[in-house]
């Protein structure tokens, strides 16, 4: 099992920035991958940022050029910064380890881009 708490959301005008953050119960580096995802009301969940074990990193092209996906082994913690919000970033972010066959989600977090 593994337990992922994130934090960092919250009520920002368009333009503005957050970061959010996910801490895992075990050391993240033994998992494939960590990620990203959002869902905004009425539409499916999808990916926002993912980096593998290896370093590799990928994003929605939504979010190309404004968020950004990094980690921190030491602190079991992965972190999305977000730039340049707008109102279409406006969703409940989820944090995600592919484990092998297994997948984890946090409980979500809240990001609302308005003014």
């Known amino acids: 099992q593994v337990q992922l708490v994130e934090s960092g959301g919250g009520l920002v005008q368009p333009g503005g920035s957050l970061r959010l953050s996910c801490a895992a119960s075990r050391n993240i580096f033994r998992f494939n991958a960590m990620g990203w995802y959002r869902q905004a009301p009425g539409k499916q969940r999808e990916l926002v940022a993912r980096i593998t074990r290896g370093g590799s990193i990928n994003y929605a092209d939504s979010v190309k050029g404004r968020f950004t996906i990094s980690r921190d082994n030491a602190k079991n913690t992965v972190y999305l910064q977000m730039n340049s919000l707008t109102p279409e970033d406006t969703a409940v972010y989820y944090c995600?380890?592919?484990?092998?066959?297994?997948?984890?989600w946090g409980q979500g977090t809240q990001v609302t881009v308005s003014s």
């Open positions: 995600n380890v592919d484990h092998g066959a297994d997948d984890y």
